[in-house]
């Protein structure tokens, strides 16, 4: 072996993210192996340099706007969408802390080198020198500020660090505030201190907004906490102050001002920020304590008090509910007391603020708990609660831990989201992750008294030279939290810490004042309620149509779950229709992407609940008895008999209105009156508000019900501006819910429970109906009751509601509740004030006498002759009597003939036909509303350039093999290689034969595809860009080698937020070959990448497919909805070549049909937004962005340029080119023309030939080249981005009068690259990267040549990451994935960073001595890894986390033995790797699809969730591993055959042999017995295979002593 050499600059030193394309530059950011810091003079040496070419142009904001208002002003006010979409972020956190109260200056050393060991968890701005921020809390530096000013004396004064003004004037102005409001409120004025800085390592963008900085140091009479609950008050009083002075606005900030904790923070980059504060490099800085922090911003204007850590935490993640958690909070406001503050608390308001971001809101609640006397880890458990149902461990052993869970559910929602959590009051410190474990969190203790916590290991540089020190190491997993009590010196793990909080008050006693009602148990009515004439009659007036009812209401009768539908919603939106629409269908889902994960609501449901409140929520800085005597409910859906009982619960005081007005009156007004008997009601001890629309009799002609969602919304509004909302809640008894998605839009916007009678009703009509009996009768429907109906709707819209949630990765419904996570399209400002207040509506749209106009025309079809049936209104079926939809068999047939379908020539005349039809249709998308105004004079057509240059811009959708038949996608593929666009695979891999240039054609004909007709020599079926989903089905080495372009598919325009399913039926021999899984098995792909869960991880990813194929661009592809232009800002600043952007109306082979209908956001809208943030944070240069929304013609595509788009997307018209007819039979297999269906036969009918694709697009680029020659346009460069050329076009529709185009019709600005620039840019790189040094190497090259050996030994630190990439790609790029017969051996030393050994192919075995961090063996499709601890690590082996999450994520070949543990999701998505662990956290075996794990030591909750094939292997030593499996799809079993024996002994003594683990010898040594102790978990796919089913074993494992009694489990 050859010997080590010392780490290359690559090794040591973390590479800027933000180098631009060109760009070879890299930054030092500190040597992290060494406890030696770089000089200030080869520190500035590394100093970045801007990106290539990069402008800076954008307009830059002052600090972020605080609104401080005074204790004067009564009512409050929702927060709005945009302030709080701003800024997103996520990072890098970690603490130190001393057990023995040891003050030392190497604490703040040793954070200073993490934090520098982080950077590439952070961003930078534009100037690739500006960071998002960074910084330090650590304790009061007594004896640095003590030699500086006399007087400072520890215990008697309080220290502020002060953000000032660059003005000096204004910054006297704000120090003359902060004295004589401290001096207001007791405190004396020892001295203020100019904080040193080096104002030259700043970088330019932060240097704009750079604060003076000064600290303040306040003395007072007062001790302890009564000290710090002065300084707080104080700092209230002076930002109110501060606030009233429009002379300094926001330019004045107190990052901290108490007598414990200081905070250095700034828009710095990790490596400068101790150059940056001198204080930090002088010895005279000790602390017994630090916490750091590096942040990612998604948008990059400077903003320095948005640094962390805030005063009170530093956060890693996202609030995903933060509208909700802030008008609640501004609601309870008035009823925060306690007697601590002396009748002050007026003085302590805002608490939160809208304009801050999500972390510093928390920190504020946070902070106000703990200054109120709540210990800081019972704050951190009360906001950040642990999923406490189904967890049995709770329920055997700590049933006081889930009282306290179960009594603060009722007084404070939680705040919800992936989060890792630091936080200290200077007494303690410690950490929180949140109840999913979606943010990485390592913590090691050490025999010098030192506890430390970072979301990375390594970042100490010391993993070997500390291994004998360290006598403990772990991670936090979901839920959990570790405290160190500085002044006790002590470590508490989560249950420690749970016991210990949870036994401060007698939570068992005080819950039991909650009354539980199971609605589950609430009986259904046996019989129809109404005759059938008078409940047609209410599903007329309350605007039911036929498909609502055949569809919706009665599929999930029948069925109990939510109808799926193919193809997506190309029908207008309801504000252009000419049909009436129900309120809800205004609304959009919002949904998670890139800032925070979806939830899989089935596979990990276990942390999600329905669970609801009904009643008051007492005042929660006071807990009492009385606090929570509520009504628990465990779901929000009411039976008429649950809505009776809750009408009997005399503690609620309830009481019912009745919402409707006067045809002929005013809707408004009655809103008003209702509002106001509403609040006088909740002021006279009403605490159940019931909002109905149920008749007393029949339905009044001249009164109907004002829409369900306005009136609750309104009610709720008005209550939280009455300072009311948390004293009662709001139910609703109405006839307007049959949906998920009208569910959904209640309890967004308040409501509590819905008792939906006339849907019920509506189910036992159809049930007791002549045809419904009929059709049981004839055994076409199951026997199902009328009670079973209604039962089955309930099951069903509760799993729709759960799926809902879980889109925006949340996972809870008392978080969703209030939460307004939607937007509107086609509402005016009248209306979202009145009853949506706060969410965000770009368009504006319809006032309130229009709501209650359309409300009156469903009213009013009822009356005087009621129709003899429900109207089919064609929103989701397209038929000609119904609504128009964009894609239809008339319009496919005018373009089969236009293209000449079949191989045949295009024809011109006939695409003019196809345009006709495509001008005349109806209105159906925003473009449809906009037309250009061309502010020059045409010019002849051939001065336009050319179609070949324009069709260069055109790619296809992501539509992928399996979905769609072998036939087409190779068709499509070679289309677009013909014309020079980009094709796109989607998800599911590629055949290898694809890449081969075709010169055996004859005829049109050829034996490499012989299925296929119309080729030519030259032609090649590969995908230019190659898609990465979250089901990483056939994402190999190789596949991402061959790729020219790489997109991750963050959220599919059909379905945003969900996971897709294959069916078994699609599933044939060749799809699952190229998906590495089983012929007839469902493959499942679920809603996150669950190597995605924050914007930093995201960049990560990024890195990894740039290290595997560095000469490909990657894209990224996110779904419209408003916040996309700061998500994109936070993509582009993560190194993406390409942001594609896609709208609502994407096609989908399968969706539920609430997800097609109302979910995601216009094209126009997103594109938009996208372009404009990119150009203000001058980010446009970097990235292609390309348009992906129902583009069907080339005015469609003149229109997506104007937006800003590139380049321009076709999905579903590529697929009909090639000759779908809209059949929308999709989803069964049974697509009459073989585009759509994996059956032979059917296939056979496939009518397409490349030409026919090849014609579309000609024609397409013709269109546009004619469109540009009348505008007067060389180019589309000259037109991209131009959106001031857009104007809103007259169209004479009922309800577009007071449509705003504006959103739409700006100029973003100039950018320094034209359009056709930014595409021929080159990949983004990473810079210099270990494995580019192991690469070059002589002996690597002479192994890859001849397929030889090399050998190499190297140290590794963290910032070392994606190491093994770039070797799988080259090795995968000449050999394929298995064909390296050669043998390249790395040995690494040290602590290696994400995503070690990733994408390494057979051939390639590394070997790490020390530890890794998250993603290890990504992608694997061959090959070894071995990874083992330090010989001398003094904690056992077995006990200690060796690895991160995520580990195997997609694997597909290759093993791993890990002696040691890994954290969460081991194994998940596993195709066909090998792996032995001693050890995991929860979801092991998540989604596996192949493959064999063995784990050898204990496991956490939701075992194999979603595991549909491979084999597992479970060491139980304690018995309690039954209670963790997920039984969905597994069968548990004990291992009962001769094969599974020996593959199982087999990996022990290999896992043995390679990482001599004490464990597996123990283990072998006493096989006999401990054989017995293993569980065998088979999923359907493999209970045939010998392993789990062949011969028997001569003693079975049933008779050991240690089993339960049972021979195999199936639940």
């Known amino acids: 072996m050859a010997p080590a050499s010392s780490l290359s600059l690559s090794g040591l030193k973390t590479r800027c993210r933000c180098l631009s394309a060109k760009s070879t530059v890299t930054r030092a950011y500190g040597v992290c192996s060494s406890s030696e810091s770089p000089s200030l003079s080869s520190r500035r040496r590394f100093r970045s340099l801007p990106a290539g070419g990069a402008s800076h142009r954008a307009r830059h904001s002052a600090l972020p706007v605080f609104r401080y208002r005074s204790s004067a002003i009564v009512s409050a006010t929702a927060v709005d969408f945009d302030d709080i979409t701003r800024d997103r972020d996520a990072c890098g956190v970690g603490f130190i802390a001393s057990l023995e109260g040891k003050r030392t200056h190497e604490t703040v050393r040793k954070a200073v080198r993490a934090l520098e ?14 960071g998002d921020g960074a910084g330090f809390m650590t304790e009061i ?18 220290v502020g660090m002060i953000f000032l003004p660059q003005d000096a004037t204004r910054a006297a102005s704000c120090k003359k505030v902060i004295v004589e409001e401290a001096a207001a409120k007791g405190l004396e004025l020892v001295g203020w201190r100019d904080v040193p800085v080096d104002k030259e390592v700043v970088g330019k963008f932060a240097r704009e907004t750079e604060p003076e900085i000064a600290q303040v140091i306040l003395k007072s009479s007062l001790k302890g906490k009564e000290l710090e609950r002065q300084l707080y008050i104080t700092r209230k009083s002076i930002e109110a102050k501060i606030e009233t002075m429009p002379e300094i606005g926001d330019d004045c900030y107190i990052c901290s001002l108490s007598g414990k904790v200081v905070v250095y923070k700034g828009m710095l980059r990790s490596s400068v920020v101790q150059y940056f504060y001198l204080d930090l490099q002088s010895e005279l800085f000790e602390t017994v304590f630090a916490i750091y922090h590096r942040r990612f911003s998604t948008n990059t204007t400077p903003k320095w008090p948005l640094a962390q850590p805030m005063r009170f935490l530093g956060h890693n993640g996202e609030i995903n509910t933060l509208q909700g958690n802030l008008n609640l909070m501004m609601s309870r406001e008035k009823t925060l007391k306690h007697p601590v503050w002396n009748g002050k608390e007026d003085e302590l308001l ?52 889930k009282a306290f869970y179960r009594y603060y559910e009722g007084l404070q929602e939680g705040w919800d989201g992936p989060a890792l959590l630091i936080f200290s009051d200077g007494n303690k410190v410690g950490a929180r992750l949140d109840r999913n474990g979606l943010r990485p969190a390592r913590f090691w203790q050490t025999d010098d008294g030192y506890v430390y916590v970072a979301s990375e290991v390594g970042v100490f540089g010391d993993t070997l030279e500390s291994a004998s020190g360290v006598v403990s190491k772990g991670r936090l997993g979901p839920g959990h939290m570790v405290s160190v009590d500085l002044q006790n010196g002590t470590f508490s793990t989560n249950i420690d810490i749970a016991k210990s909080v949870s036994s401060n008050k007698p939570y068992e006693e005080w819950t039991k004042s909650i009354v539980d009602l199971d609605t589950d148990s609430c009986e259904y009515k046996s019989e129809p309620q109404w005759s059938a004439k008078d409940a047609l009659e209410m599903q007329v007036a309350f605007g039911y149509g036929l498909e609502d ?168 509004h008005h209550l939280i501006a009455c300072g009311l909302r948390t004293e009662a809640s709001i139910v609703t008894e109405t006839a307007q819910c049959f949906s998920t998605h009208h569910l959904a839009c209640l309890v967004g916007y308040g409501v509590s429970a819905v008792c939906p009678f006339l849907a019920f009703e509506t189910i036992r009509q159809w049930r007791m109906s002549t045809r419904t009996q009929r059709l049981v009768e004839a055994g076409k429907m199951p026997k199902l009751s009328i009670e079973d109906c209604q039962h089955n709707f309930t099951v069903a819209i509760n799993k729709g509601l759960m799926k809902i949630l879980s889109k925006m990765g949340i996972s809870l419904l008392s978080c969703y509740q209030g939460a307004q996570i939607f937007e509107i399209y086609g509402l005016g400002e009248e209306v979202v004030n009145t009853a949506f207040k706060g969410t965000v509506s770009r368009i504006g749209g319809l006032t309130l006498n229009e709501v209650a106009s359309e409300a009156v025309t469903f009213w009013t079809k009822a009356f005087p002759d009621l129709p003899k049936g429900l109207e089919f209104f064609g929103f989701i079926q397209s038929r000609p009597t119904g609504e128009y939809h964009g894609n239809n068999p008339e319009m496919s047939k005018l373009l089969h003939k236009a293209v000449g379908l079949g191989g045949n020539p295009k024809q011109v005349e006939n695409f003019k036909a196809y345009q006709e039809h495509m001008e005349k249709k109806p209105r159906t998308t925003l473009r449809d509303m906009l037309e250009i105004k061309s502010d020059r004079s045409p010019i002849p057509i051939d001065q336009v350039e050319p179609a070949s240059a324009i069709m260069e811009r055109f790619c296809t959708g992501g539509m992928s093999l399996g979905a769609i038949s072998r036939e087409t996608h190779e068709v499509i593929a070679i289309a677009m290689n013909r014309i020079g666009g980009k094709s796109n695979s989607g998800e599911g891999g590629e055949d290898p ?173 997103g594109l938009a937004e996208t372009h404009t943030s990119l150009v203000s944070n001058q980010l446009r240069d970097r990235v292609i962005l390309r348009a992906d929304g129902g583009l069907k013609s080339g005015s469609d595509v003149i229109m997506a340029a104007a937006l800003g788009a590139d380049e321009y997307g076709f999905g579903t018209l590529a697929m009909i080119a090639t000759g779908c007819i809209m ?43 004619s469109i540009l020659a009348n505008l007067g346009y060389r180019s589309l460069d000259e037109i991209v981005g131009r959106g001031d050329l857009l104007r809103a076009r007259d169209v004479p529709l009922a309800k577009t009068k007071h449509f705003d185009a504006s959103f739409l019709t700006q100029y973003a600005g100039p950018s320094n690259l034209a359009s056709s620039e930014r595409m021929h840019n080159s990949a983004r790189t990473n810079g210099p990267v270990l494995d580019d040094d192991v690469i070059a190497m002589e002996g690597f090259q002479r192994a890859l040549e001849t397929e030889g050996s090399f050998d190499y030994a190297t140290e590794i630190v963290n910032t070392n990451r994606a190491v093994g990439g770039r070797i799988g790609g080259k090795v995968a790029k000449r050999y394929g994935d298995n064909g390296f017969a050669g043998s390249i051996d790395i040995d690494f030393r040290g602590a290696a960073g994400q995503s070690f050994g990733c994408f390494i192919t057979s051939g390639v075995h590394f070997r790490l001595t020390g530890e890794a961090n998250d993603y290890v063996c990504k992608g694997m499709a061959g090959g070894e890894v071995v990874i083992v601890p330090p010989s001398d690590l003094q904690c056992e082996a077995s006990k200690s986390v060796l690895i991160g999450n995520t580990a195997l994520y997609g694997a597909t ?91 199982l002994k087999g990996l022990i003594e290999d896992h043995l042999e390679k990482t001599g683990s004490p464990k597996a010898k123990e283990i072998l040594d006493n096989w006999k017995d401990e054989f017995k102790r293993f569980w065998q978990l088979v999923p359907p796919s493999e209970q045939s295979t010998p392993e789990a089913s062949g011969p028997k074993l001569e003693s079975q494992a049933a008779e050991s002593t240690v089993d339960t009694g049972y021979t195999v489990f199936k639940f």
């Open 117 to 130: 060991c982080m950077e590439h968890r952070g961003a930078c701005s534009a100037d690739d020198d500006s």
């Open 141 to 158: 530096p007594w004896k640095l500020l003590s030699s500086d000013i006399d007087g400072v004396v520890e215990g008697e004064c309080g």
């Open 350 to 401: 805002p608490i939160c603020s809208p304009t801050a971001s999500d972390s510093a809101n928390l920190d504020r609640v946070a902070e106000l708990m703990t200054k109120t006397g709540f210990e800081v880890e019972e704050a951190m458990m009360i906001l950040v609660p642990e999923a406490y149902d189904n967890h049995p461990e709770l329920d055997e052993k700590y049933p006081e831990v």
């Open 549 to 716: 009812s055949q569809l919706i209401i009665e599929g999930m009768a029948a069925e109990g779950r939510e109808p799926t539908f193919c193809m997506g919603d190309t029908i207008a939106l309801p504000f252009m229709s000419e049909r009436p629409h129900l309120l809800y269908n205004y609304f959009k889902q919002r949904f998670a992407q890139v800032t925070n994960p979806a939830i899989d609501p089935l596979r990990e449901g276990l942390v999600m609940s329905l669970d609801v409140r009904i009643g008051r929520r007492g005042n929660l800085l006071e807990p009492s008895k009385d606090s929570v005597r509520q009504v628990s409910l465990s779901s929000p859906v009411l039976t008429e008999e649950g809505l009776d009982l809750l009408m009997k619960e005399n503690s609620l005081k309830p009481k019912k209105f009745h919402v409707s007005f006067e045809a002929r009156g005013s809707m408004s007004k009655t809103l008003s009156k209702l509002c106001s008997e509403v609040e006088s009601a909740v002021r006279e001890g009403c605490q159940m508000i019931v909002l109905t629309d149920k008749p007393e009799g029949r339905l009044d002609a001249e009164k109907p019900a004002i829409p369900m969602l306005l009136a609750a919304g309104a009610v709720h």
């Open 993 to 1165: 034969v694809r890449w081969r240039v075709l010169d055996n054609v004859s005829d049109g004909l050829s034996d490499t595809f012989a299925h296929l007709k119309g080729l030519q020599n030259g032609d090649t079926a590969t995908s230019a860009i190659k898609q990465v989903a979250s089901g990483r089905f056939g994402v190999t080495p190789e596949f991402l080698a061959n790729a020219s372009q790489i997109e991750i598919k963050v959220a599919q325009g059909a379905k945003p937020g969900e996971g897709g399913q294959l069916p078994g039926k699609k599933v044939s021999p060749y799809i699952a070959n190229l998906r590495r899984s089983k012929p007839g098995v469902p493959l499942i792909s679920p809603p996150p990448h669950h190597d995605i869960y924050s914007i930093e991880d995201l960049a990560q990813l990024i890195f990894d497919l740039h290290q595997v194929q560095p000469t490909a661009k990657v894209s990224v592809k996110l779904v419209a909805c408003g916040g996309i232009g700061t998500v994109a800002s936070g993509v582009a600043k993560a190194n993406a070549d390409i942001i594609q952007v896609s709208g609502h109306d994407g096609g989908t082979g399968a969706s539920p049909i609430s997800s097609i209908k109302h979910c995601g956001g216009p094209l126009e809208i």
């Open 1223 to 1265: 059949a929308r039979v999709c989803h069964t297999n049974n697509c009459p023309v073989g585009v759509a269906t994996q059956r032979e036969d059917l296939r056979k009918r496939f009518p397409g030939t490349p030409s026919d694709v090849v014609n579309f697009f000609h024609l397409i680029a013709e269109e546009v080249r």
């Open 1453 to 1543: 070949g290759g093993r791993l033995f890990v002696n040691g543990r890994a954290g969460e999701r081991f194994g998940v998505r596993n195709s066909l790797a090998e792996a032995v662990v001693e050890g995991t956290g929860d979801h092991c075996c998540e989604y596996m699809t192949g493959g064999c794990v063995v784990a050898l030591g204990p496991v956490g909750r939701n075992v194999a969730a979603g595991m549909t094939g491979g084999i597992s292997y479970f060491y139980d030593l304690d018995g309690t591993f039954p209670s963790k499996v997920n039984s969905e799809i597994v069968v548990m079993q004990r291992v009962k055959t001769q094969a599974g024996e020996m593959q």
